[in-house]
Structures are given as C-alpha cells and as structure tokens.
C-alpha cells in the first residue's frame, strides 16, 4: 500500500474522506475479512519520497494540516489508529497486528467466486532470490 496499489475493483469498499485514504481503504478490506498483501516484489517508477514538493505540500500540510490528517483517521478507526510525535511532527500510527487474516488456498477461491470473478493472480519467479521461507512456499507451490 501507499506507493502503488492494485485494488480488486469489485469489493464493496471505496475511497473515501480527504486525508490518508490509502490508509483508510486497507483498514477497510481488512476490516471485513479480506486480506491485503505487502510486497517489495514490484517497481514502480515513481520519484522517492522527500525527493519534491508534493501536491499537497500547501494545501493539506500547511499550518496544523498534519496534525488534522491524523486525527481525521484516529476519529475514522478508533482503538485501531492514534496520533502520535514522529519526526517531530503529528503522525497517524496504526496498529496493523489487529488483523490477522488469512490468505485462502487458491482451490477455496469462495469470495471471489462468489462475485464472479474467472481469474486468480498467478506467483512467477524471477530470479532465485526469495528468502522468507512461506512466500518461496507459494511460489513453489505456484509454479508447479
């Protein structure tokens, strides 16, 4: 999430708010039981953060801008967001350790079936340089 994300078009959830909704959209398909998946496996090219001003450097940053992001989501998902002090200034944290869902084998695809989708994603390795035991599991299994 965050930089690049690939976003199932037929879940029920959507963007929503002003502020963090990247963030928001993630707790959202959590929330209800889907799964996100993190992974450093894809480049996207994009200038790295810091590199520029942003676009919204003056609109949404400026004066206590920041300050109102965060607790624009701590208000959203209470208990699960809070604001805190990082780099010296207001910074939402959540704690993502309250979902621990669970990616389903692909033979048990019931959600996706259930809104009609006909395709999966398939794992290819490019190079011999998967490391965590489970995802080289995964792409074993899916290159088989």
């Given at each position: 999430?965050?930089?690049?994300?690939?976003?199932?078009?037929?879940?029920?959830y959507?963007?929503?708010?002003?502020?963090?909704?990247?963030?928001?959209?993630?707790?959202?398909?959590l929330?209800?039981?889907?799964c996100?998946?993190?992974?450093?496996?894809?480049?996207?090219?994009?200038?790295?953060?810091?590199?520029?001003?942003?676009?919204?450097?003056?609109?949404?940053?400026?004066?206590?801008?920041?300050l109102?992001?965060a607790?624009?989501?701590?208000?959203?998902?209470?208990?699960?967001v809070?604001v805190?002090?990082?780099?010296?200034?207001?910074?939402?944290?959540?704690?993502?350790t309250?979902?621990?869902n669970?990616?389903?084998?692909?033979?048990?695809?019931?959600?996706?079936e259930?809104?009609?989708?006909?395709?999966?994603?398939?794992?290819?390795?490019?190079?011999?340089?998967?490391?965590?035991?489970?995802?080289?599991?995964?792409?074993?299994?899916?290159?088989?």
């Amino acid at each position: 999430m965050y930089s690049c994300i690939l976003i199932l078009s037929r879940i029920p959830y959507r963007w929503r708010g002003r502020y963090n909704e990247d963030t928001d959209l993630c707790l959202q398909v959590l929330s209800g039981g889907w799964c996100t998946v993190l992974l450093n496996a894809f480049l996207v090219q994009k200038m790295v953060t810091m590199a520029m001003r942003g676009g919204n450097t003056d609109v949404l940053y400026a004066g206590d801008g920041r300050l109102r992001m965060a607790r624009s989501l701590e208000r959203a998902w209470p208990g699960v967001v809070q604001v805190i002090r990082r780099f010296r200034r207001p910074q939402h944290w959540v704690d993502w350790t309250r979902f621990r869902n669970r990616l389903k084998p692909k033979q048990s695809r019931g959600a996706t079936e259930a809104s009609g989708l006909d395709w999966a994603v398939q794992l290819e390795q490019l190079a011999p340089s998967v490391r965590h035991p489970r995802l080289r599991r995964y792409v074993s299994e899916a290159m088989k």
